[in-house]
T-cell receptor, first 109, second 114 residues
Framework: RKEVEQDPGPFNVPEGATVAFNCTYS??????FFWYRQDCRKEPKLLMS???SGNEDGRFTAQLNRASQYISLLIRDSKLSDSATYLC??????????FGTGTSLTVIP | NAGVTQTPKFRILKIGQSMTLQCTQD?????MYWYRQDPGMGLKLIYY???????DKGEVPNGYNVSRSTTEDFPLRLELAAPSQTSVYFC?????????????FGSGTQLSVL
């Protein structure tokens, strides 16, 4: 089983739509999780951190379900500029960050 | 504030050649990482370091070597380049490891082995 698994998509949604991505992780000891955004093979950039049940930042909401070992990212009122690949990251207890394969989002005018 | 700096940005190698990818950070971070990203895939950890003089293997270390003589620098060495090493390489650093700290990334090196 992979450390982190994501639905690769692609997700194609119209502007203004709400879209959600899920990510499952295998290490039950992981304490914190991250969503990174990556544009066109550029370096990933941190979007949100998730340390407890959830975190909200404007149009973006990240939620953590420890019992089911998954985290989700919800984007409301999608903008064209949200088009990117979203990477789920789960650390292990050995100082390693494990990345999912990424979920591709295209917001259509 | 430069953050994490990687050089070169692009490189083409012939099979069997060697090269070093340079990575330096000016944030005094203890933890540094090298990842590779193949098309349509996530990032795979090659090697990481928790401090000067300490390195450890990640998920895909074969064909690579690293060193960490200073806190700032973490070069990645390819000794005998192979086509399977064609990828985008990212160096990253963090202050306190994977528990609750985010990663700071360099801008990446696009490497092609022909």
């Amino acid at each position: 089983r992979k450390e982190v698994e994501q639905d690769p998509g692609p997700f194609n949604v119209p502007e203004g739509a709400t879209v959600a991505f899920n990510c499952t992780y295998s290490n039950s000891a992981s304490q914190s999780f991250f969503w990174y955004r990556q544009d066109c093979r550029k370096e990933p950039k941190l979007l949100m951190s998730v340390y407890s049940s959830g975190n909200e930042d404007g149009r973006f909401t990240a939620q953590l379900n420890r019992a089911s070992q998954y985290i989700s990212l919800l984007i409301r009122d999608s903008k064209l500029s949200d088009s990117a690949t979203y990477l789920c990251v789960a650390p292990n207890t050995g100082n390693q960050f494990y990345f999912g394969t990424g979920t591709s989002l295209t917001v259509i005018p | 504030n430069a953050g994490v700096t990687q050089t070169p940005k692009f490189r083409i190698l012939k099979i069997g050649q060697s090269m070093t990818l340079q990575c330096t950070q000016d944030m005094n971070h203890n933890y540094m990482y090298w990842y590779r990203q193949d098309p349509g895939m996530g990032l795979k950890l090659i090697y990481y370091s928790v401090g000067a003089g300490i390195t450890d293997k990640g998920e895909v270390p074969n064909g690579y070597n690293v060193s960490r003589s200073t806190t700032e620098d973490f070069p990645l060495r390819l000794e005998l380049a192979a086509p399977s090493q064609t990828s985008v390489y990212f160096c990253a650093s963090s202050s306190d490891g994977a528990t609750n700290e985010k990663l700071f990334f360099g801008s990446g090196t696009q490497l092609s082995v022909l």
